[in-house]
């Protein structure tokens, strides 16, 4: 994009099909909280992102910290999860094993409504008709997939020594 001699960068309004990068933000928030540093447990607030970032409305502070938290989870894989109006903390290995369940039960009830608005409409003969019952059968697998994961979640677990039964034992007089 190109700036006038007489603009600064700070005082130019970018439309939003133009954007404004999110890279030098997230560039910031790196540099201010080092990925090494980053231990789980720690936790950092809103006020401590907004220091760093400025002041912003809600959908550019949900922009930079969407790409920070992908950043951090793609170049040095830390998982770091988001507090509605608390802050960001890094999580333990149960907390993020223990959102599994509720995303396997998001991605069956996506499944299912959709199947069923795809049972609502009436195509023609033809390829939507194709199309409609190929997308009704994929989804239906994926529903009754993501059913058995999630009742199959837990590893197998077996009791340490099997039970014996045995005849009772005579009492010796």
Known sequence: MMIDEGESKEGKHLPWAEGLPTRPDVDALLATFPPDTLKIGD??????????????????????????????????????????????????????????????????????????????????????????????????????EAKKARMNILPPSASPVAPQIKPPKKQQA
């Open 43 to 144: 936790r950092i607030t809103d006020e401590q992102v907004f220091a760093v970032i400025g002041k912003c409305d809600r959908t550019r502070f949900r922009t930079v910290y969407s790409a920070w938290i992908r950043r951090l989870e793609a170049d040095h894989r830390i998982v770091v999860k988001r507090e509605k109006s608390v802050g960001f903390f890094v999580p333990t290995v149960a907390e993020v094993l223990g959102d599994t369940h509720p995303t396997l039960e998001h991605i069956g009830r996506s499944a299912r409504k959709q199947i069923r608005k795809l049972a609502v409409i009436k195509p023609a003969e033809g390829i939507e008709a194709d199309t409609r019952d190929h997308h009704g059968r994929l989804l239906g697998a994926m529903r009754r």
